[in-house]
């Protein structure tokens, strides 16, 4: 399985953007990225995934490196609500699948 | 649409006893997986059943074995437990396989049993 590095913490401060950076150096042509959060005593929650060009939806864009040997989860304006570890995965694009965490990055939101 | 639910939520178990855990996946999902998630070795992948299959399988001894129901409800049990199965457990389930025509990427969490084993 490709491995995912990413830092273990991150702080921020509300109504601000963050970025998580995610690298993945040994990622195939065909991996997709995934984006999943997991908030205190939650399951992991679904953020977003995209396999080469950016994406974007209600909760997230994900901005992918031209290489696609690391990519960015940005939060446009974060609240106290987006406090949670956030994984970032790479998976095959067919068939099951299981899906390898990493440790994760724990964000800190300031009031 | 109600989400993943799993049963029971909480349960202690005495080592050496064994342990069935239910999940119900979003109605019309038909893959459901399971993971496992310890402090020590975070979250890992235990199996994912698709139209009562297992179709991939991750690295946990045969102690561990699950089942799909037609219905694609799901349980997985756990024989002969031992101290270091204590965990959380976690159920997720999505439409179909990716591939497949009306696929989704998008896999749901459901809230987890919390297994404490004495």
């Known amino acids: 399985d490709a491995k995912t590095t990413q830092p273990n913490s991150m702080e921020s401060n509300e109504e601000e953007p963050v970025h998580l950076p995610c690298n993945h150096s040994t990622i195939s042509g065909t991996d997709y990225i995934h984006w999943y959060r997991q908030l205190p005593s939650q399951g992991p929650e679904y953020v977003i995934h995209g396999l080469t060009s950016n994406v974007n939806n209600r909760m997230a864009s994900l901005a992918i490196a031209e290489d696609r040997k690391s990519s960015t989860l940005i939060l446009h304006r974060a609240t106290l609500r987006d406090a949670a570890v956030y994984y970032c995965i790479l998976s095959a694009p067919q068939g099951a699948q299981k899906l390898v965490f990493g440790q994760g990055t724990r964000l800190t939101i300031n009031p | 649409k109600a989400g993943v639910t799993q049963t029971p939520r909480y349960l202690i178990k005495t080592r050496g006893q064994q342990v069935t855990l239910s999940c119900s996946p979003i109605s019309g999902h038909r893959s459901v997986s399971w993971y496992q998630q310890t402090p020590g070795q975070g979250l890992q992948f235990l199996f994912e059943?698709?139209?009562?299959?297992?179709?991939n399988k991750g690295n946990f001894p045969g102690r561990f074995s699950g089942r799909q129901f037609s219905n694609s409800r799901s349980e997985m049990n756990v024989s002969t437990l031992e101290l270091g199965d204590s965990a959380l457990y976690l159920c997720?389930?999505?439409?179909?396989?990716?591939?497949?025509?009306?696929?989704?990427?998008?896999?749901?969490f459901g809230p987890g049993t919390r297994l404490t084993v004495t």
């Open positions: 997720a389930s999505r439409s179909t396989l990716p591939g497949l025509a009306g696929s989704s990427y998008e896999q749901y």
């Open positions: 059943y698709f139209s009562e299959t297992q179709r």
